[in-house]
């Protein structure tokens, strides 16, 4: 299937904001979760964000790349669904942090 590279760039952007909004839905998803299966969180994607942002020359602060992945302030959403993590994600976090 040969796509234009127009059309690829709108298809990306696309499934990456329907990433972004099923992830603002399942706030009942902690980032240490995604980072033990996945190897990636909200804080990575707002990361990328940022530094998509800097590449191309627009201005954005950490805190605007992370409220444009968490749909809202970062420390809003930490205060209203960021649980504790249990020693067995830390445990596991660290496995996966020496294993990359």
């Not at 399942?26 to 707002?46: E, H, K, P, W, Y």
């Not at 964000?49 to 602060?61: I, N």
């Amino acid at each position: 299937m040969a796509i234009d590279e127009k059309t690829q760039i709108e298809l990306d952007a696309a499934v990456f904001r329907r990433l972004v909004a099923h992830l603002q839905k399942r706030t009942d998803v902690q980032n240490i979760d995604m980072m033990n299966l996945a190897g990636f969180c909200r804080n990575c994607l707002s990361n990328w964000m940022k530094d998509a942002a800097d590449a191309h020359g627009v201005a954005m602060t950490k805190d605007e790349g992370r409220e444009s992945v968490y749909g809202m302030p970062y420390e809003t959403w930490k205060s209203k669904y960021r649980s504790e993590a249990t020693p067995e994600q830390i445990s596991a976090m660290k496995k996966n942090a020496a294993e990359h």
